[in-house]
């Protein structure tokens, strides 16, 4: 896949522009990013080739899934670091990450020039190519069909955690895959009632009663690619301080898209949705930044939070994401995810975020 050859070529112009020979990667986003296999292995890279390591337990699959890069078979463990020293000899080389801090001291002391400077793929990743707005875009419709999965199955007497299971298992059948962030427990936020005050809440065993707000939030894998959206259902009937803050924050929303242009800096989408809801009453209950970037990861540059002055390009995609938390009362948040364009941005989901009283 000439892809993968183009991903190098950028890497290593970043790379040599801040004074490095090599550039390797150990997370499994970038290893993929670089060579096409998702796996345990490290991948390093100049102008001219790409080197996969990769324990011996997985060889065959990385011969079967990566793409125009030099297989290199090694035992797992400090053997696998071993290898990867050998393919550094007397260059300078910037990794992205090492789960051991001291392995960079260590490679140092040894001889070695080795830098940790993660920036570097992420200045090549931000920008997505035609195949991974392909995998964005099928991966946001499968979103939209689980909320619509969601409005027949969001019941009077479910439970926070059946809900995800099922949700979690039409997902699967739709060919997604579940993401899991090392701070939670559950691949999915569903949070009912009061737990939707809890931007990150965990899924329960409280049942929906009448009159509940449920925040349902579903980030998913398609393609290797995350997509990740919210919408806020209410159950028999709401409130009017429910309604007064569900129309608020959707106004918030889509303030946030419409200001979402090329050229634009992050903070600015930040305070568009901030200021909305700011002006309504809401601001103490606006409590997390606006979005993120989405990718290879749930969360990547670009930031949408104030102060980031960092500018949007064409071709980014991130989520914008504004809510009003109302503690121990109920929580509300609209979610999309985002491709960046030159006049206005493209939201990638197309489910309503009108308020369904289910």
Not at 221 to 247: C, M, P, S, W
Request: proline letters at 3%; glycine letters at 8%; charged letters at 25%.
């Amino acid at each position: 896949m000439m892809f993968v050859n183009h991903r190098r070529s950028k890497l290593m112009g970043i790379a040599q522009g801040k004074g490095f020979d090599n550039l390797g990667t150990f997370t499994p986003e970038n290893v993929f990013y670089l060579t096409n296999f998702w796996g345990e292995a490290i991948a390093v890279c100049d102008y001219d080739k790409t080197k996969l390591i990769v324990p011996r337990l997985e060889a065959s699959r990385a011969e079967q899934e990566s793409k125009n890069c030099e297989i290199v078979p090694s035992e797992r463990g400090s053997q696998l670091i071993r290898t990867f020293m050998e393919s550094i000899q007397g260059k300078k080389i910037c990794i992205d990450f090492l789960g051991d801090p001291s392995l960079v001291g260590f490679f140092n002391g040894a001889g070695f020039q080795v830098t940790v400077d993660a920036d570097i793929l992420y200045q090549g990743r931000t920008i997505k190519e035609e195949v991974e707005i392909f995998a964005l875009s099928e991966g946001a419709k499968i979103l939209d069909d689980l909320y619509d999965f969601c409005t027949s199955e969001l019941k009077i007497g479910e439970t926070e955690r059946a809900l995800q299971a099922k949700i979690v298992f039409e997902a699967m059948q739709m060919g997604a895959n579940l993401v899991n962030t090392k701070s939670t427990l559950n691949p999915l936020i569903i949070a009912s009632g009061p737990n939707g005050a809890l931007p990150h809440s965990q899924a329960s065993n409280r049942r929906f009663v009448e009159g509940d707000l449920i925040v349902v939030d579903l980030t998913i894998r398609f393609l290797y690619y995350i997509v990740d959206a919210t919408r806020t259902f209410a159950l028999g009937k709401v409130t009017k301080e429910q309604k007064e803050a569900y129309e608020i924050v959707k106004s918030a929303q889509q303030a946030g898209i419409n200001s979402t242009k090329e050229g634009v800096a992050c903070e600015q989408i930040d305070q568009q949705c901030r200021q909305l809801i700011d002006s309504r009453g809401y601001g103490d209950k606006f409590i997390h930044s606006t979005g993120h970037g989405i990718g290879l990861e749930v969360h990547e540059p670009p930031w949408l939070r104030d102060p980031n002055k960092e500018i949007l390009k064409k071709n980014m995609a991130l989520t914008i994401e504004p809510g009003i938390y109302a503690s121990k009362k109920f929580g509300i948040r609209i979610e999309d995810s985002i491709l960046v364009n030159g006049g206005q941005a493209r939201a990638l989901n197309s489910f309503t975020k009108d308020i369904l009283i289910l």
